[in-house]
């Protein structure tokens, strides 16, 4: 148990368009899932936190206009990247937390973008 | 800031037990110690976390020192597969508490 699946895995798109990524989760409910960012051999970042029915929470630095987060089920969360730059190519990572007595997070393998 | 401090690398051999040490010096009374690993081009992979106690699963085991300012991931029996970079985590619970990841440390499986 415990999958959280993420589509596209890899994505090209060329430079001003908008790109979706979304993250579920297959065998629970989420009503919190984490949306991270991971540059080459870096660590993960997290960009923000979304729960479902209410508005995103947005790390420091991360644009939220331009990171659109909708969390519109239990198990269902999408990031939309608008206007994309070569500088947001990136490794896409969401994480989906099941509701128990200690809060797990389980990620999603991950979506590859690349933006040319 | 991570709160957690690893060594940057290290390696066993095949077959041989895999010691990863954490030093989480300024832990909180109700903040939990997670671990998770990432191999190489996928998401992370929550492996085991513990309060106090030491935990064990078909993973791995996690051992908690007394004063809990340290503690060491063991795989048993390392194997190639296992070649990662392990994050330890110390987190508080709540619906919207969060993992910060600091570099890990990264572990190699030789053969």
């Known amino acids: 148990g415990a999958v959280v699946s993420q589509h596209p895995s890899w994505v090209i798109c060329k430079s001003g368009t908008s790109v979706k990524i979304e993250c579920r989760s297959l065998d629970f409910q989420a009503t919190t899932m984490f949306w991270y960012r991971q540059f080459p051999k870096q660590s993960l970042m997290l960009m923000a936190t979304?729960?479902?029915?209410?508005?995103?929470?947005?790390e420091q630095g991360v644009e939220k206009d331009k990171f659109l987060i909708n969390h519109a089920s239990l198990t269902l969360s999408t990031l939309t990247v608008t206007s994309a730059h070569p500088e947001d190519s990136s490794f896409y990572i969401c994480?989906?937390?099941?509701?128990?007595?200690?809060?797990?997070?389980?990620f999603g393998p991950g979506t590859r973008l690349t933006v040319t | 800031d991570a709160k957690t401090t690893q060594p940057p690398s290290m390696d066993c051999a095949e077959g041989r037990a895999a010691n990863l040490p954490c030093n989480h010096s300024?832990?909180?009374?109700?903040?939990?110690v997670y671990w998770y690993r990432q191999i190489h081009s996928q998401g992370p992979q929550y492996i085991i976390h513990?309060?106090?106690n030491n935990e064990t699963n078909e993973m791995a085991s996690l051992i908690i020192t007394e004063d809990r300012k340290s503690s060491t991931l063991i795989l048993p029996h390392a194997t190639l597969r296992d070649t990662a970079v392990y994050y330890c985590?110390?987190?508080?619970?709540?619906?919207?508490?969060?993992?910060?990841f600091g570099k890990g440390i990264t572990l190699s499986v030789r053969p």
């Open positions: 994480s989906a937390q099941r509701q128990g007595a200690v809060y797990e997070q389980y």
């Open positions: 513990g309060l106090k």
């Open positions: 300024t832990i909180s009374g109700n903040e939990y």
């Open positions: 979304s729960n479902e029915g209410s508005k995103a929470t947005y």
């Open positions: 985590i110390v987190r508080l619970t709540g619906a919207n508490s969060k993992l910060t």
